[in-house]
């Protein structure tokens, strides 16, 4: 089984900056889709950033469009986002995930969740 492990988050004031990594193993790095995703209490899981196995291609909630970015280093079967220009609406516990078989935005098409990481935005 493929497993992911996030790290990264932490505590920042609003209009400031995090990078969230992911480390996966167990699998071909290179063979999966990477997507991030996150959730607060009593809302539902809310998808943030995919990228493609190639890195070639990504796609984004429109509320972080222009201000996150995903990226991936297969060398170090790892995926980032790069989050700038925080809101305290970003506050949530961010998930990495992944996914064989599937590009896209449903939590459905993940096999594999990490642990999640803390980003809390003050105002």
């Known amino acids: 089984q493929v497993k992911v492990v996030e790290s990264g988050g932490g505590l920042v004031q609003a209009g400031g900056s995090l990078r969230l990594s992911c480390v996966a193993s167990g699998g071909t790095f290179s063979t999966l889709n990477m997507g991030w995703f996150r959730q607060v209490p009593g809302k539902e899981r809310e998808f943030v950033a995919v990228?493609?196995?190639?890195?070639?291609?990504?796609d984004y909630l429109d509320s972080v469009k222009g201000r996150f970015t995903i990226s991936r280093d297969n060398a170090k079967n790892t995926v980032y986002l790069q989050m700038d220009s925080l809101k305290p609406e970003d506050t949530a516990v961010y998930f990495c995930?992944?996914?064989?078989?599937?590009?896209?935005?449903?939590?459905?098409?993940?096999?594999?969740w990490g642990q999640g990481t803390q980003v809390t935005v003050s105002s």
């Open positions: 990228i493609s196995r190639s890195g070639d291609t990504t």
């Open positions: 995930a992944s996914s064989m078989p599937y590009y896209g935005s449903f939590g459905r098409y993940y096999d594999s």
